[in-house]
T-cell receptor, first 114, second 110 residues
Framework: DTGVSQDPRHKITKRGQNVTFRCDPI?????LYWYRQTLGQGPEFLTY????????KSRLLSDRFSAERPKGSFSTLEIQRTEQGDSAMYLC????????????FGPGTRLTVT | AQRVTQPEKLLSVFKGAPVELKCNYS??????LFWYVQYSRQRLQLLLR??SRESIKGFTADLNKGETSFHLKKPFAQEEDSAMYYC????????????FGQGTTLQVKP
């Protein structure tokens, strides 16, 4: 296991198209997080899974965004009808536990909406 | 709302100089505080966490609840310390989600 992986690393899409990103966490980690990072800002929390259950969603996550984690393994983040404001780095992280545990981050997927 | 503030976007020091990256947070309870670091072309990774009270790569950070601060310090900066540093807060409860500051770029000049 080489850590958290994300695919694709880069995605360029036209406004209005749908995109889907994948995250493969570290295999024994039951917690998975999605964050979004725009230029000059720190990562912002989007959503959190414990196993297959999505337990929290940020108000940043509009109804165009949906995330899944079937069988508690990999996760997907889909953005429908993309807008230019969706251009950002989308980061995935996984951890073994809650508040005090280290989160291991993936390399991110950079989305550019033209 | 809970917030983490890193007032400096860029901190530039010479090799061997002391470093202090500032972090202030707004939360009235007992948060967990972290410093994450991102070196050039690498992913975000944990540097240290308040609960561990450890020194990593010569860096230390002390939680000051009175001043709601968690400043990162190193007595003698090295060129390899050049990176982006993020302070982050995790609230009590089961989620573990992180609230990040805007980040500070540390540039250590030779």
């Amino acid at each position: 296991d080489t850590g958290v992986s994300q695919d694709p690393r880069h995605k360029i899409t036209k406004r209005g198209q749908n995109v889907t990103f994948r995250c493969d966490p570290i295999s024994e980690h039951n917690r998975l997080y999605w964050y979004r990072q725009t230029l000059g800002q720190g990562p912002e929390f989007l959503t959190y899974f414990q196993n297959e259950a999505q337990l929290e969603k940020s108000r940043l996550l509009s109804d165009r965004f949906s995330a899944e984690r079937p069988k508690g393994s990999f996760s997907t983040l889909e953005i429908q009808r993309t807008e230019q404001g969706d251009s950002a780095m989308y980061l995935c992280a996984s951890s073994l536990g809650g508040q005090s545990y280290e989160q291991y981050f993936g390399p991110g997927t950079r989305l550019t909406v033209t | 709302a809970q917030r983490v503030t890193q007032p400096e976007k860029l901190l530039s020091v010479f090799k061997g100089a002391p470093v202090e990256l500032k972090c202030n947070y707004s939360y009235s309870g007992s948060p967990e505080l972290f410093w994450y670091v991102q070196y050039s072309r690498q992913r975000l990774q944990l540097l240290l966490r308040h609960i561990s009270r450890e020194s990593i790569k010569g860096f230390t950070a002390d939680l000051n609840k009175g001043e709601t601060s968690f400043h990162l310090k190193k007595p003698f900066a090295q060129e390899e310390d050049s990176a982006m540093y993020y302070c982050a807060l995790s609230l009590p409860g089961n989620t573990g989600k992180l609230i990040f500051g805007q980040g500070t770029t540390l540039q250590v000049k030779p």
